[in-house]
């Protein structure tokens, strides 16, 4: 087996979770990955929505911001933003929306937008964006977000988005799912353990009894990953 | 009808210190050299709005230009934060900027509504988010099914200024690839700067572009280059290495100062 890194273990996590044909609304980054990642291995009809207005993106390298060139010019149709929006977040056409944030907590609320008083800011963050729609727009929000005590959470410092919709979040130690209400620790990733997942969680972190552990990235899996990042 | 003027005439007469102005392009087309020349020409007190105010926002707060900002998501895509932004906000440098912050949806549904000289656009958000306390949105009920919905107050700036790939001679302007927010600045703006790639003598139709007639704008530029370090579908792409390297310049006030002083300050324009 070749050796792979926390992130890609992550990439590779939430890649999974995506299904052939899933409409996928998708943020730069870690979800681009995933989500690019996923139309490569297992679901290549998989659609990917940027909030650009690019419907349908295949593009060929990862884009450096959601609205890259090749991002219009691979896509089936391209749309204006209050079209992106409209009719096509709110009107309901979107499966899956990936989400990132600085912090989340038990039930999934995230805050990207302020650490520390809104007035007075420790660190002004860059903000919602799509995020708070997205959020309560598409059927499953996907987070994807790397595990530290100052990133789960007590309690927000800011509550941009809200934690109903979140199926699943994928960090670099495991994955999380709601039970009854509040994020459990479902799956560790195979270099991890349950024990550093609770020390990663400013909260007391319930662990499922079936609690599994996460298979490792296929050869193919790191090969596509590795490709597509090196594109 | 739109006049042909120059860059710098353009915002000498159609921008004012205290305006109400927005830059829009959406990653695609952002009108940075228009930026540039608001900062030359020592605009003050200007209220910025923009979904995504990037580099050239970053660049007009880091000079003073602005007291407020209105605006959905202020980061360099990609890389990280806006440090002249952050620099601002946290700090009061080079002055205090007073926030007025949406989510995306927020600010389309309010371009949207300006567009359409309606007073607030809907969108079914906000609810159970801290976001309502610190922008402006009300509650209201729908008339016919009873729910409850956002309102967003409709934008309505005093200048609106948009990049295109092109105009003719008559100043119609005709941009394609992403389109953002771009016919609905200009068309909610009270007046409007367009910069473009070119002045053709006729404009071919394009798939899936956007056609604004030369009477619902007020001044056409022709800025070749004019989205740098954006892109002009067609004409030359996103130079995403600056974007990176942006990070390390406005990041130290000094350094900030000294790049817009060479770059943008000492810039010769036609």
């Known amino acids: 087996m070749t050796a792979y890194t926390a992130d890609e273990m992550m990439a590779v996590a939430a890649a999974r979770r995506l299904q052939d044909g899933m409409v996928c609304f998708v943020g730069i980054g870690l979800p681009s990955t995933a989500a690019n990642l996923a139309r490569r291995v297992h679901a290549p009809g998989c659609v990917l929505v940027y909030e650009s207005g690019t419907i349908g993106a295949k593009p060929h390298r990862l884009p450096l911001s959601i609205g890259d060139g090749e991002l219009a010019e691979t896509a089936d149709a391209v749309v204006s933003v209050p079209e992106m929006f409209g009719y096509w977040l709110q009107g309901g056409r979107i499966d899956v929306g990936f989400l990132g944030a600085a912090q989340i907590d038990r039930f999934g609320n995230l805050n990207s937008t302020v650490i520390g008083d809104y007035d007075s800011p420790k660190v002004r963050l860059p903000g919602g964006g799509g995020a708070p729609e997205i959020a309560t727009g598409v059927r499953d929000v996907f987070v994807l977000l790397r595990q530290a005590p100052r990133a789960f959470v007590e309690r927000l410092d800011f509550l941009t988005s809200v934690g109903d919709r979140v199926r699943v979040v994928v960090t670099d130690l495991g994955v999380l799912e709601p039970r009854d209400g509040e994020l459990t620790l479902t799956f560790v990733h195979p270099s991890a353990s349950v024990e550093q997942a609770r020390e990663a969680t400013g909260w007391t972190l319930r662990v499922a009894d079936d609690v599994q552990v996460s298979d490792p990235p296929t050869t193919r899996e790191l090969l596509a990953l590795r490709a597509l990042e090196a594109a | ?270």
């Not at chain 2, 210190?17 to 940075?32: K, Q, S």
């Not at chain 2, 002055?95 to 912050?101: R, T, Y």
């Not at chain 2, 609810?127 to 016919?144: E, K």
């Open chain 2, 1 to 270: 009808m739109a006049e042909l003027l120059t860059l710098a005439e353009a915002v000498s007469k159609h921008v004012r210190d205290g305006d109400v102005v927005a830059l829009e392009g959406f990653t695609h087309l952002i009108p940075n050299a228009a930026g540039h020349e608001l900062i030359r020409q020592g605009r003050r007190e200007l209220t910025l709005v923009r979904m995504t105010p990037d580099l050239v926002y970053d660049q007009l707060i880091g000079m003073g230009c602005a007291r407020k900002l209105v605006f959905s998501w202020g980061g360099n895509p990609g890389v990280g934060s806006l440090h002249r932004l952050r620099d601002a906000v946290e700090h009061d440098w080079p002055v205090p900027l007073e926030l007025e912050e949406h989510s995306h949806a927020g600010m389309a549904a309010a371009w949207a509504a300006g567009a359409a000289n309606l007073p607030f656009g809907i969108v079914r958000g906000y609810s159970r988010t801290d976001l309502p306390r610190h922008t402006r949105v009300r509650r209201v009920t729908c008339p016919f099914t009873g729910e409850e919905l956002a309102a967003v107050a409709a934008h309505r700036p005093d200048v609106g200024i948009v990049h295109a790939q092109q105009a003719d001679g008559a100043g119609n302007v005709q941009l394609w690839g992403i389109a953002g927010v771009q016919k609905e600045t200009v068309l909610a703006s009270a007046r409007s700067i367009v910069t473009v790639e070119e002045i053709v003598d006729v404009l071919e139709p394009r798939p899936g572009a956007i056609v604004l007639p030369s009477w619902v704008v007020d001044a056409v530029a022709c800025v070749p280059g004019g989205a740098r370090p954006s892109y002009a579908h067609g004409y030359y792409e996103r130079d995403n290495d600056f974007y990176v390297a942006w990070d390390a310049i406005s990041r130290d006030r000094d350094t900030f100062t000294e790049w817009m002083r060479e770059h943008v300050l000492e810039v010769v324009t036609a």
